[in-house]
């Protein structure tokens, strides 16, 4: 369980930034003719031009690896949502028949230690971890851009001072109050959101903080000042613009890590309570039958297998998204 | 006498995603012991690619996959890497372009030394230390036994280069490559450095590649040249024959580019069309046809091939021009003439006004922080008291060296830093003083041009967009005026009405040079700071933009501040030069006075540091330039803030700080208490004599 | 740079005061103060008062945090009733167990990590590296404690390698006299460390690999080894010692789940058992220690990067 955003992926297919970098002299070669020269001269019609968002999108969607990944989240969302409508399983009453029932034809994936339904317990509980990953992600890139913004444009001793409560903030590990604060208040679906936002932002000010300081020293923001605009123009038309990419990659990161986050606290019993479940909360079933002599694998495998792969799916997307930002930018 | 070194018909290509760079495309050169030989070569040219095959060092994706290359006789193309190793550093030493990022930043100087010796000798730890120590003294450091374990940062750029040099030349290889050596340095390191590698080429008895984009830097140093274009060479001659009588239509578009040769007469640069060939799908035919002047239908469908009259001058033209051995001038020769003068001849603007901008005592001082509450505990003195008058209609070039204070200078024009102390006094108004809306009401009347463009250009905008923002931010005209003036002021830069769909990275150097430069027009100011705006350009481009700058402050009666460490560009443009150093103003006087008779030491050693694309007038100046490092700018020296490398230093020079003082009744005026001419109306022998 | 270390000691003391002051206000979120959950549902309210006035809850807040600093500085964490320990003794008898854990899991996940991120960037875009990146992004997708629980079923309940349970010592030398026990817990908690450290250090290499002076030690003429390793790796390794710094938190969370799992009788179980329990003295305590530790975690990041980096040392 990490909150450390992985380092920048050479994703497959787009590895020419690497080479762009060594070679500087024929960075010229690549734009010697651009679509405006070629024009002037006569020669090839112009290319149509394209904004940032459709050229990110076309290198996304070369990268093959992402568009299956963009597949199996949406694969994933569809099954917890819609799956319920398919497959009816009653996830609200117990049934003490049922307990620990080995897959069948009537129960696919078996039952839990109160009888639920294995597989029907899988959607609502993907539910709740969705939902809370996507929300609690949601309000930490939020409210920690909005802060990160605001200290890295004013600069100055309000920015330290902003930088060290993150510090602060940061320096506290963070498991441990987010299992005193799940002690204190009786978890349910909101407050959970709102306790791993309330950690998670830290991480985003930080960076986003950076990113406004290195975007404030860039001269085309300054350009503005010459221009006479206010600080105000330049902080809205031209650093949060170009500090979307950013945004939206964190974002990303975000939702597999809250997700990851949830279902820690659920292992432990400290997560959302029955009959609200996560996928979490339903392992935590398996560690209590894990010792018996026979194997309950259907305790462990399936929730297990649906946390990993909707992160793996998110990171891929994330890193993706950060490629078709990045690489773009750089290209002159 | 064989040559040390024979690269025959070299091919040398980079497999990149969309398709394969034939960067280097049928190359052949020799160097014979003992000499230099220059590459020299425009952005995308081959040259150094060609420097790098030498000895195997290319990029991921580049391999050589025709030609042969000799050393000594014996093939060194086609060897084994672990053979190759033998030769790097060893028989061939090689010197790259930054030297602070070409130098391993956790490693000690002495250490990195050291281990070249290591590589290719038997010898034990000390022993290399030693001689790491002998080839420090040997490229001009001084001290070298202390300064062995200090770090690459700890050095300053020129320093770092001979660090560089003594790296490559610890073994004392036979050969030695240097791709842009200076081109990262100030002009008057520079030409220390240049000095020091001629010198010990001498002494080792060694042969030196030298490949750089730079004329003048050929022309004083190279025995020989080969000018490159687009992956083959296009004229080859000893320096003298190549500067005397260019064959070649590149070469001699080149020089007709350059701004020393036309600052003289003020005529109009000559400015090559278009752009170098993709090299990708290299075009049949001659490479250089699209964009050259005399090409005839048959220079499009067959490549030509390098060939002379004499041995010794060959180039690839099937029409070239300048003189033949037998003495006539082929037809071409005379078009050529003809296209230069047909620009109109008047082309700057005519004797300046009145003066619209004046600093008088201008500081900028940075404050330096160190310690926990970050304390300040000095301050570096930028900008240290400095006046000079800008006329209406007139360029004013204000020249130095890095850390002279004159990017500062012009960032305090545009409020982009508060001034510490002094006035700005634009009319009737303080701009040192102005904030809020005033500053944004003046914003009409003074613009800046960025150095890099596309820094400056916002890359998530389209062009039209960043056109119209000015006018958008100070509420001027409706959208569609806005438009209307977009369009006209792409017209007037040279660029097509299509640009405003694009994105700054769909264009290149030169056009983006120019939409900068239409952006600090579209609120039609009176006065335009450049900084550096044509630095980073190549010099057939930097034609284009500098011919764009004149013609447009003659038609919409423009001022000038150009800020620029190139002498040769500001005084092509400049009716008035300002010299800094170290955040004095030391001289300032009207161009040609300034240029020709200049009466401050430093000036004097800055025109001479500057290489001239004139291979005669090169060799003259072997004794002049700039000895010494730059000080800190955090503690200046006392008194006159050269006098830690001028020649002509005595006490009074540390005591007493050189007021301005006048030398013609022009407004030719320097700072030095031994100057170079007579001063107006002193009449003692203080004067030292004019050199 | 001692000017440089002194101002970072400045910055850590202030956030130290942040972060203790935050935490003792959280005992103050408990519903009613910590006393009633101590006592249980059934306390009066003179008793609650009366242990109110004992514990010193009814005085103003900063009072209460100075005694408490005070107290802490004496190494008095207080007392837990539902144990009936000082949590300082508990400190002592479980934390040096949780280290064992943690730094053996650490340490191996270095030194898996390290080696085979260079290996990726060295052997970029094969099949290798395609494989190991597969595996790495395996690790930020799965939580430590499914490791955990993967292992055990793999190694313990279907084949009996390993005992599915953590050595039950009373002391650190007990735990690692029994290295069976020790390896599924500390491969569990070096997975996902691993996959971390993999990959900064593969793209912290492949960032050096086009830095300039790889270029100039190739034409001095060295060989890809000496390149490598003479140079690159201290370069790359300053991205690792930052990460290493900022790790704890990490280290942990890691810890927590995987002696939950394995039952390892540690510093994080016991913080588990306190959390169900309430007893809140255990918590506090532990909270702050791990906070400390992680604050001086990133201060000897920063001195391991000055001491790597240079430029930071002499500027």
Redesign the interface.
């Known amino acids: 369980m990490t909150m450390m955003i992985p380092p920048s992926e050479e994703t497959p297919g787009a590895g020419l930034a690497e080479q762009e970098l060594i070679v500087p002299e024929l960075a010229e070669q690549d734009s010697a003719l651009t679509a405006a020269e070629a024009q002037e001269r006569g020669l090839a019609p112009s290319v149509k031009s394209r904004s940032m968002l459709r050229r990110g999108w076309e290198v996304f969607r070369e990268n093959k690896l992402a568009l299956a990944s963009l597949g199996l989240a949406l694969f994933m969302i569809g099954f917890c949502f819609l799956g319920p409508l398919f497959y009816h399983t009653d996830q609200v009453h117990t049934n003490l028949e049922n307990v620990l029932c080995p897959p069948s034809a009537s129960h696919p994936l078996g039952c839990d230690n109160v009888g639920y339904d294995v597989l029907g317990r899988l959607m609502i509980a993907g539910q709740t971890s969705i939902e809370v990953g996507v929300a609690a992600a949601v309000v930490a890139v939020l409210f920690g851009t909005l802060y990160g913004a605001l200290a890295g444009f004013v600069g100055g001793p309000l920015d330290s001072l902003m930088m060290r409560l993150v510090d602060a903030g940061l320096s506290i590990p963070y498991i441990t109050v987010l299992i005193i604060l799940s002690v204190i208040f009786h978890p349910n679906k909101i407050t959970m959101i709102f306790v791993i936002a309330a950690f998670y932002w830290l991480a985003v000010a930080r960076l986003i903080r950076g990113e406004t300081l290195t975007l404030r020293t860039r001269e085309y923001v300054q350009a503005v000042k010459v221009i006479g605009g206010r600080k105000s123009r330049a902080i809205t038309r031209h650093i949060v613009p170009n500090a979307i990419g950013t945004i939206i990659v964190q974002g990303t990161f975000a939702v597999a890590d809250a997700i990851i986050i949830l279902a820690g606290l659920g292992f432990l019993g400290l997560g959302v309570q029955p009959p609200d479940t996560d996928w979490g909360t339903m392992l935590s079933g398996g560690l209590t039958y894990l010792q018996s002599s026979q194997s309950y694998w259907w305790l462990i495998y399936p929730a297990g297998i649906c946390i990993i792969l909707i992160c793996i799916a998110f990171n891929f997307i994330g890193d993706a998204l950060r490629d078709a930002f990045e690489t773009r930018l750089q290209r002159r | 006498m064989a040559p040390l070194l024979e690269i025959e018909d070299l091919h040398t290509h980079i497999v990149l995603r969309e398709g394969t760079v034939r960067a280097v495309d049928g190359v052949s050169l020799y160097v014979d012991p003992g000499e230099t030989l220059g590459i020299v070569g425009e952005s995308g040219s081959g040259k150094t690619m060609t420097a790098l095959s030498i000895m195997d060092l290319l990029p991921v994706g580049g391999h050589i996959a025709d030609g042969s290359i000799h050393l000594d006789g014996r093939q060194i193309s086609g060897l084994s890497d672990e053979q190759m190793r033998n030769i790097r550093g060893n028989e061939i030493g090689m010197i790259f372009q930054d030297p602070l990022t070409s130098l391993n930043p956790t490693m000690t100087v002495g250490r990195q030394i050291a281990e070249a010796v290591q590589l290719h000798r038997e010898v034990s730890r000390e022993q290399a230390m030693d001689r790491a120590a002998e080839v420090l003294g040997l490229v001009g450091l001084p001290r070298p036994k202390e300064r062995l374990d200090e770090y690459p940062h700890q050095f300053s750029g020129g320093m770092r280069q001979r660090v560089m040099i003594a790296m490559a030349l610890a073994c004392e290889p036979k050969l030695l490559i240097a791709d842009e050596p200076t081109t990262a340095l100030d002009v008057t390191i520079q030409k220390q450095i240049l000095e020091l590698i001629d010198g010990l080429r001498q002494r080792l008895g060694m042969s030196v590649i030298l490949v750089t984009h730079d004329l003048g830097v050929i022309a004083g140093r190279a025995d020989r040249v080969a000018v490159m274009y687009a992956g083959r060479i296009a004229e080859t001659t000893s320096t003298t024959t190549l500067f005397a009588n260019p064959r070649h239509p590149y070469t001699e578009a080149l020089f007709h580019a350059l701004p020393d040769k036309a600052a003289e007469t003020r005529e109009r640069l000559y400015s090559i069309p278009g752009a170098p060939p993709d090299l990708i799908h290299p075009p049949q035919g001659c490479r250089f046809a699209p964009r050259c002047r005399y090409a005839q239908a048959h220079c499009r469908e067959e490549e030509p091939q390098l060939r002379g009259e004499t041995v010794g001058h060959t180039f690839a033209c099937f029409y070239p021009v300048g003189e033949t051995e037998r003495g006539g001038q082929r037809a071409p020769a005379a078009a050529a003439a003809a296209a230069r003068t047909e620009a109109p001849a008047e082309h700057f603007a005519k004797v300046p006004g009145e003066v619209v901008l004046a600093t008088k005592d201008l500081v900028k001082d940075f404050p330096v922080t160190s310690g926990i509450l970050q304390r300040r505990v000095g301050s570096v003195s930028a900008v240290a008291g400095v006046s000079f008058d800008i006329r209406h209609g007139e360029t004013f070039g204000l020249v130095g060296e890095s850390g002279c204070g004159k990017t500062t200078i012009g960032r305090l024009m545009v409020g982009l830093e508060k001034a510490t102390a002094g006035t700005i006094s634009f009319g009737t108004v303080d701009l040192a003083g102005v904030s809020g809306r005033e500053y944004r009401r003046l914003r009409r009347k003074i613009q800046y041009m960025f150095q890099d463009s596309y820094a400056s250009l916002d890359p998530r905008m389209r062009a039209g967009s960043i056109l119209r923002e000015p006018m958008v931010v100070q509420g001027i005209g409706s959208r569609r005026e806005q438009e209307r003036s977009v369009t006209e002021m792409l017209e007037n830069v040279g660029l097509p009405g299509s640009s405003v769909e694009r994105y700054p990275h769909e264009f290149s150097g030169g056009q983006r040079q120019r939409l900068g430069f239409a952006r600090a027009l579209m609120l039609r100011p009176e006065l335009i700071v450049a900084d550096e705006p044509v630095s980073a350009l190549d010099v057939s481009i930097q034609a284009q933009v500098l011919n764009m700058m004149s013609a447009l402050q003659r038609d919409l009666g423009l001022t000038y501040l150009f800020i620029s460490h190139d002498l040769a560009v500001v005084r092509y443009l400049s009716n008035h030069i300002g010299v800094m150093y170290l955040g004095k103003l030391v001289e300032v006087g009207p161009a040609e006075e300034v240029y020709l008779t200049p009466a401050h030491p430093y000036t004097r050693g800055l025109i001479d540091s500057a290489p001239v694309a004139d291979p005669v007038a090169e060799k003259a100046k072997v004794k002049a330039g700039v000895t010494g490092e730059l000080p800190s700018a955090i503690n200046p020296p006392s008194g006159c803030r050269f006098r830690t490398r001028c020649p002509f230093a005595q006490e009074v020079c540390a005591e007493v700080e050189p007021p301005l003082r006048p030398f013609s009744e022009q407004g030719h005026m320097a700072a030095c208490h031994f100057p170079l001419e007579v001063p107006l109306s002193l009449e003692t022998s203080l004067a030292a004599e004019p050199s | 740079m001692v ?1 440089y270390l ?2 970072r000691i ?2 850590a003391i ?3 005061f ?2 203790t002051v ?2 003792l206000a ?1 005992v103050h ?3 009613g103060g910590p006393i009633p959950a101590l006592l249980g549902p059934r306390a009066t309210v003179a008793q609650v008062a009366y242990y109110n006035h004992l514990y010193g809850f009814d005085q103003p807040f900063y009072l209460q945090y100075i005694k408490w600093v005070g107290q802490i500085l004496h190494g008095n964490f207080g007392y837990s009733a539902k144990l009936n320990i000082s949590v300082a003794a508990l400190i002592a008898q479980d934390l040096p167990k949780t280290i064992v854990l943690v730094g053996l899991g650490t340490i191996v996940s270095l030194a898996f990590g390290i080696p085979l991120g260079m290996y990726q960037a060295v052997h ?2 094969t099949a290798g590296d ?1 494989a190991l ?1 597969g595996v ?3 690790g ?7 490791v955990a ?2 292992l ?2 793999w190694f313990a ?2 084949t009996h390698f390993f005992p ?2 953590a050595p039950q010592s009373s002391s650190a030398l007990g735990v690692l006299s029994q290295p069976r026990a020790l390896v599924l817990p500390v491969a569990a908690f070096a997975f ?1 460390l691993f996959a ?1 450290w993999s ?2 250090m ?3 290499v ?1 960032d050096n690999l ?4 790889v ?10 080894r ?1 390149v490598l390793w ?2 690159i790796f ?2 790359s390794l300053t991205s690792i010692v930052t ?1 290493l710094g ?5 280290l ?3 810890a ?2 995987i002696e ?2 394995f039952n390892y009788p540690g510093m994080g179980l016991a ?2 058992n306190a ?2 329990n ?1 007893d809140y003295q255990v ?1 506090l305590g ?2 702050v220690l ?2 400390v530790a ?2 001086v975690g ?1 201060l000897l990041a920063d001195i391991g990067y000055a001491i ?4 930071v040392r ?2």
């Open positions: 000017g002194i101002r400045g910055q202030i956030v130290l942040i972060v935050v935490t959280l979120l408990f519903p970029r875009y395609y990146t790495a992004f395996l930020y997708a799965t939580p430590t404690f499914f629980l993967l055990v079923e309940v279907d599915p349970f996902v971390l990959r900064y593969r793209s912290s492949m086009v830095q300039d002076y270029r100039t030690a190739r034409a001095k003429g060295a060989g890809e000496r003479g140079h201290r370069n990460l900022l790790s704890l938190p990490t942990v969370a890691g927590i789940f939950v799992v913080f588990y959390a169900l309430v918590l532990f909270t791990a906070t992680t604050i990133n790597l980096d240079p430029r002499y500027s």
